[in-house]
């Protein structure tokens, strides 16, 4: 029964012609996130803009896993009118605390839904 915008689907998917059709051929009106690589690139982030609601990048691509250096991947989608959508978090509350309430994403995709749930809302 979804059908309006604001209905609670989000539409995410790697291929940009998927996304393409549904948003352009197909007139879809839920809200469309393009899946980035380990390396997102400006043209990335550009198509994005056009075509798309938001990004989800690897986490890796906003903070390194080794440094703990934060790139500056949110500010330059968010600059585009992107959201931003880190993926995967697992049990991993802190960490997805520091993305959604330091960093300012929008969401986070999770393995654990209620650990999500919990970051989102604690400060």
């Known amino acids: 029964g979804y059908r ?15 996304l393409y059709r549904l948003g352009v051929e197909l007139d ?15 043209d990335d982030l550009v198509w994005a803009a ?7 990048p690897p986490r890796a691509a ?6 703990g250096i934060k790139s500056d991947l949110i500010e ?6 992107l959201a931003v959508f ?18 300012g994403v929008e969401g986070v995709f999770t393995n654990f839904p209620d650990k999500g749930v919990a970051a989102r809302d604690g400060h």
């Open 4 to 18: 309006q915008r604001s209905d609670p689907v989000i539409l995410q998917c790697f291929e940009r012609s998927s």
């Open 28 to 42: 879809s009106p839920f809200p469309q996130v393009l899946c980035l690589g380990a390396e997102p690139t400006v």
């Open 50 to 56: 056009e075509f798309c609601d938001g990004v989800a």
């Open 62 to 67: 906003i903070e390194d896993p080794e440094t």
């Open 76 to 81: 330059r989608a968010h600059g585009l009118g």
């Open 86 to 103: 880190p993926y995967t978090f697992l049990d991993e509350e802190e960490a997805m605390r520091r993305y959604l309430h330091d960093y």
